[in-house]
Every structure is written in structure tokens, then in C-alpha cells.
């Protein structure tokens, strides 16, 4: 029992000889902060996390996509190249890879357009409620992927109310299980993660810049196409990365809206691992979609630093 002295209680550390948590933290830091190592040291914490939780899953999904089939026991261990020749070989699964490609492209360009313009008005708006939309952008983000998707199913359904009022006007059109429907829905997950990337570069801009060009004589236009836009496009690069890659993995949004008129590769991979049993295959099939898509990230990466550099020179 404790006297209330803190001396009689085994948990009671005098403070005063023992350092807090975070002074010897800092003062690890002080003394190594100028090795060449101390980079490392800083990022140790995160290398470990994603070498323990993303590398090592990846390079065993690599492994297994190597592997045998066997419907009893899911998978053998062995080495043979039948999973990626039959992906290859089906015409059903290059379409789907083809039309996922296709619609992540869509969809990421579609997002950037219509994200830029209420991004630029929330951070340049004089309005005096301009501010308060930030809620109603990250308001759907506490929605998730498979209620939103239900949801778009149900208005785009038959009996939906798009249907409805393209019926008033006479329109006869389902976009349920077509390709602009799907880029609707998966457009409007992405929306809300563009626009927080892109509100947060155009905070960064110097306001004095814009100021300078409408001195100089530039319109409205002008000082946009020449000064904010320019200055934004590290910006757009993050959002368009973003938007991209995650609409190569959607699932929730293929299976709703898509599928089976719009085949998308992730459900393919489900029903692979899970109705199939045929892991091996799934293996394959999901690193050739990594693969592809960053062979994709990287050529756009490479081709938007030539731009960036070169609107820099």
C-alpha cells in the first residue's frame, strides 16, 4: 500500500532519475542527427512496418502465383508458368485487365476535371460559407465503398430515380452495368480524396503571385492558366496517382454496377480465390495487376516531371 509519499508503491518512478520518454528521444537524435545514417534511423519505424505488412505479403503472393493448383488443398508447392498462361490465353481476363486500364483512365481524368474547379473555389472563394463545404466533401468518406456502390446500384436501377427523370424527357437509358455508369460511381469515390490533395497545394500558393500577375496586366484567365495552374500541378500529379490506383483495385463498385457487362479484373480475382479455390491463379492475377499499374504510375511519372521540369525552365 501507498503512504501517499509516492516511496511506497513499487509503480512510483522518481522523475528526476529517470528521463522522460521523449528527451531521450530527442537527445538521440541531437547527438546522430548530422550521420549519414540518420535518415534511416528516422524511417526505421515505418521500413519495418511496411517490410513486415506490404513487402513480404507481396513477394509470397509472387511465390504462390508460381504454385500448383489442387482444388482439395487449394495449392502445391511448385514452379510452373500455367497460371500466367492461362491469364493471358482467356480472352475474358485480358478484356477485363483491358476495360479496368481503360476505366481507371476515364475515371481519374473525369475526377481531376471535375474536382480541380471546386477545390480552386473552396480555397479562392470569397463566399463567406466556401469553407463549410470542406464537411460536405469528406462527408462521404465516412460512407463505405459497398453502401455508396448499393446506393448507386438503386438509382441507377430500372426503376431508379436517373431513370426517372431521363423518362420525363423522354430518354431511355440504363446506366446500370455500362461503362459511363461505373466511371460515374467510381468518380464520385474518388472525389473526395482529389479535392483534399488539390485544396491542399493551392493553400500553398503565394497569394502575392496572383497579385503580381493582375498588376502586370493578366485577366482572370491569364493568371490562372499561367501562374495557378502551373504552380498546382504537383498537386493534380498527386490527386490523378491517387485516383488512379485506386480505381485499378476497386471491387465493391465492379461487382454493383459493372459486372458482368463491364468485367473489371479485381472480381475476377474474388471469385478466383474464393468460389475456384484456385489461389494460384489468384496470385497471378493480382500481380499482374500490380504490375501493370505501376508500369502505368511510373510512365506518368516520368512524362509529368518532364512537364513540371519544363514549365520550371
Known amino acids: 500500500m501507498s503512504d501517499g509519499t509516492g516511496t511506497g508503491s513499487r509503480w512510483n518512478f522518481d522523475t528526476q532519475r529517470v528521463p522522460l520518454v521523449h528527451e531521450r528521444l530527442r537527445s538521440f537524435i541531437q547527438r546522430h542527427k548530422n550521420e549519414s545514417y540518420a535518415g534511416y534511423l528516422l524511417a526505421g519505424p515505418y521500413l519495418v512496418y511496411m517490410l513486415l505488412l506490404f513487402f513480404l505479403p507481396i513477394l509470397y503472393l509472387f511465390v504462390v502465383s508460381f504454385y500448383h493448383n489442387n482444388p482439395v488443398a487449394t495449392m502445391v508447392p511448385g514452379f510452373t508458368f500455367d497460371n500466367y498462361v492461362k491469364f493471358f490465353s482467356s480472352e475474358l481476363y485480358r478484356r477485363a485487365l483491358f476495360v479496368t486500364v481503360e476505366i481507371s483512365v476515364v475515371s481519374t481524368l473525369f475526377t481531376i476535371i471535375v474536382s480541380y474547379p471546386i477545390a480552386y473555389f473552396i480555397v479562392f472563394s470569397n463566399w463567406r460559407y466556401s469553407k ?20 448507386w446500384f438503386a438509382l441507377m436501377g430500372s426503376s431508379g430515380i436517373i431513370n426517372q427523370l431521363l423518362g420525363v424527357f423522354g430518354v ?11 466511371i460515374l460511381a467510381i468518380s464520385s469515390v474518388l472525389m473526395p480524396f ?5 485544396m491542399s497545394v493551392l493553400y500553398t500558393i503565394d497569394r502575392e503571385l496572383i497579385e503580381a500577375a493582375f498588376n502586370l496586366g493578366g485577366n482572370q484567365l491569364q493568371t490562372f492558366l499561367y501562374v495557378t495552374l502551373p504552380l498546382s500541378l504537383p498537386g493534380v500529379i498527386g490527386a490523378t496517382l491517387i485516383s488512379f490506383v485506386l480505381t485499378m483495385g476497386t471491387f465493391s463498385t465492379a461487382v454493383f454496377i ?6 473489371m479484373i479485381a472480381p475476377f480475382i474474388y471469385d478466383a480465390a474464393t468460389t475456384d479455390l484456385n489461389w494460384p491463379l489468384a496470385s497471378a492475377m493480382s500481380f499482374i495487376l500490380l504490375a501493370v499499374s505501376l508500369v502505368l504510375v511510373y510512365l506518368y511519372t516520368k512524362v509529368a516531371d518532364i512537364q513540371v521540369g519544363g514549365d520550371a525552365v
Do not use: D, E, H, S
Open 258 to 263: 459493372g459486372m458482368p457487362q463491364v468485367p
Open 194 to 198: 482529389a479535392i483534399l490533395i488539390l
Open 132 to 151: 463549410a463545404l470542406v464537411l460536405l466533401v469528406i462527408a462521404p468518406m465516412l460512407v463505405g465503398n459497398v453502401v455508396r456502390a448499393f446506393g
Open 172 to 182: 431511355q437509358y440504363t446506366l446500370l452495368n455500362t461503362k459511363p455508369g461505373v
